[in-house]
């Protein structure tokens, strides 16, 4: 059954340092989601990305933020400089289309020191 | 704005029996769908059930069911003989049609299954 995958599992970093989150989307999806999830409270939407441009993007994404589809499989979500309130579980989804169902890959989480 | 609000921050059940989780949602969105993911310790998300608003019809997967009540703006989960690997925050969320197609979701309820 194909899956979101996403890497590294774990990441750990140092405040003011950039990081990049790889995912790899499931190949037939259209719509690309990012999540994150700060331990103990509830998913927030990022950034959604369809047709190579950003669809939409909550308040948290700001200008910190970036997200690329560098090839036909990666998609990828760059801090340009950690914070330590950054520190959180972030997940990539993918979706078919529209309204139909997004399937979440395993997270990576991030720890900012 | 749209909001979800699961009421249960935890919940047990013994295994075997029926569970339901709640969750209320607030809309002023015709067209939506709603959706009930399941986190287990791994902390991976897992979809486990969908519900289209249009649909009157029940939602059902295996052991899993909702009941949804447009008008009261409610969505609640059923979990049928509940077994020891359900165990994990469950997570109620809701999409309209907006362009972004973001999720939003609830706050969680943890559910415990005891042997």
């Known amino acids: 059954e194909p899956e979101v995958t996403q890497t590294p599992s774990h990441q750990v970093t140092q405040m003011g340092q950039e990081v990049i989150l790889r995912c790899v989307p499931i190949?037939?999806?259209?719509?690309f989601y990012w999540y994150r999830q700060i331990l103990g409270q509830k998913v927030e939407f990022l950034v959604s990305?369809?047709?190579?441009?950003?669809?939409?993007k909550s308040e948290i994404f700001d200008d910190q933020f970036s997200v690329e589809r560098p090839d036909g499989s990666n998609f990828t979500l760059k801090i340009r400089s950690t914070k330590l309130e950054d520190s959180a579980m972030y997940f990539c989804?993918?979706?078919?289309?529209?309204?139909?169902?997004?399937?979440f890959g395993p997270g990576t989480r991030l720890t900012v020191t | 704005a749209q909001t979800v609000t699961q009421s249960q921050p935890e919940m047990s059940v013994q295994e075997a029996e029926t569970v339901t989780l709640s969750c209320t949602y607030d809309?002023?969105?015709?067209?939506?769908?709603l959706f009930w993911y399941k986190q287990p310790p791994s902390r991976q998300m897992i979809l486990v059930i969908r519900?289209?608003?249009?649909?009157?019809q029940n939602a059902t997967e295996n052991r899993f069911s909702v009941n949804f009540q447009k008008a009261a703006k409610s969505f609640s989960l059923k979990i049928s003989d509940s077994q020891l690997g359900d165990t994990a925050m469950y997570f109620c969320?809701?999409?309209?049609?907006?362009?972004?197609?973001?999720?939003?979701f609830g706050g969680g309820t943890r559910l415990m299954v005891k042997p």
């Open positions: 990305f369809y047709n190579n441009e950003i669809s939409e």
């Open positions: 809309t002023s969105e015709n067209n939506y769908y």
């Open positions: 190949s037939n999806h259209l719509y």
């Open positions: 989804a993918s979706s078919e289309w529209r309204f139909y169902e997004q399937y």
């Open positions: 519900q289209e608003a249009y649909k009157q």
């Open positions: 969320a809701f999409v309209y049609n907006n362009a972004g197609n973001m999720l939003t």
